[in-house]
């Protein structure tokens, strides 16, 4: 499900697993569709959201479903003047080809980021909190919730 060779007939590399995926099994499906993105930044609160939707057409719709729909929410919070939280949901829905299915997954995590300066800082961040087999790589399930942390530098 990875391409990671030389394009062939010249055809750019795909830059998501779902692009290797219709590659793969589906060349001839297109889509249609589109997306929207809103962010809201006031003095305390932080929040947004987006919305992609994409038609599939073509002779391998009928054997090979891609996703069509992400959706996603965020809401961030500035509790002192360098500590932060948010949490955020996203939803993307189901897709499958003759070998392979995936269920439709819901991503909920949550997060602390506290600035040190303007330079420096450090997250931790919880995900898949509500514990679904998520699958951003097809073929790749993530079952369980996970952890992770970091520095964030302004160079």
């Known amino acids: 499900f990875f391409y990671l060779g030389p394009a062939q007939d010249g055809a750019p590399l795909p830059d998501t697993p779902i692009e290797a995926l219709r590659i793969a099994y589906a ?3 297109q889509s249609a569709g589109g997306e929207a993105e809103i962010r809201v930044d006031l003095e305390k609160f932080s929040f947004g959201g987006n919305f992609r939707y ?3 057409f073509g002779p391998s719709a009928i054997d090979v479903k891609l996703p069509d729909m992400h959706a996603g929410i965020y809401l961030k919070y500035n509790l002192m003047d360098r500590l932060f939280a948010n949490v955020a949901a996203s939803y993307t829905s189901a897709y499958w080809t003759p070998y392979y299915q995936s269920k ?3 991503d909920v995590s949550l997060g ?9 800082g450090f997250f931790i961040d919880g995900h898949n909190l509500a514990w679904q087999q998520r ?3 097809p073929c790749y399930a993530q079952k369980g919730g996970y952890f992770t942390a970091g520095i964030i530098l302004n160079l």
């Open 54 to 56: 994409d038609y599939w």
């Open 112 to 120: 602390f980021e506290y600035q040190v300066s303007d330079r420096l």
């Open 104 to 106: 439709g997954f819901v």
């Open 27 to 29: 060349p001839d499906l």
């Open 135 to 137: 699958e951003f790589i």
